[in-house]
């Protein structure tokens, strides 16, 4: 697949078929997600690989919106290690391109993920960090259940102009 077309196809999959991902599938996604910017070249991420079935089961207990996690075969929690940044601030922003490349790079293989939000909610924060055992100088952002598609959400344009400005707003 193209990165145009994978960009344009790629959607949130909240629907999985019950059949193995093959670690070497995850290993790609994962090289994919590294492969993103970051402040600097700082790469101030850690992931963490959920393929444990009881531990997926419990993470509903986590968050609101992540019941699609009882399907899912494997999920990545990527994380922003501040001991690693290279410029303070800026983990945010370099974990999220990341976390896109992981969605598309999931797309491109023929799997389905979404993302759902960890950080800024305090209360999710905590309770990641809690199941996880994740240590105080990381940030969980997001945790991307990932499996085979059994469903295809519809792709449609979502190009507006008027959100384009030129040289001022």
């Not at 009882?70 to 370099?94: F, H, M, N, R, T």
Request: with cysteine; proline share 8%.
């Amino acid at each position: 697949m193209d990165t145009l077309e994978a960009i344009r196809t790629r959607r949130s999959v909240r629907k999985f078929e019950d059949k193995p991902v093959p670690d070497e599938i995850v290993r790609q996604i994962l090289e994919a997600a590294m492969m993103a910017p970051s402040a600097g070249n700082g790469q101030p991420w850690q992931f963490i690989v959920v393929n444990e079935r009881a531990r997926l089961d419990a993470m509903v207990n986590l968050h609101p919106y992540v019941q699609m996690v009882l399907q899912a075969q494997v999920g990545v929690i990527v994380c922003g290690d501040l001991s690693k940044e290279k410029y303070p601030g800026y983990w945010v922003q370099d974990c999220a391109a990341a976390m896109e490349n992981l969605l598309l790079a999931a797309h491109a293989l023929g799997l389905g993920a979404v993302w759902t939000g960890i950080y800024p909610k305090e209360d999710r924060v905590t309770g990641y960090r809690a199941m996880f055992n994740i240590p105080d100088h990381v940030m969980p952002l997001g945790f991307a259940p990932i499996g085979w598609p059994a469903q295809r959400p519809k792709s449609e344009s979502r190009f507006n102009p008027d959100r384009i400005h030129y040289n001022t707003y």
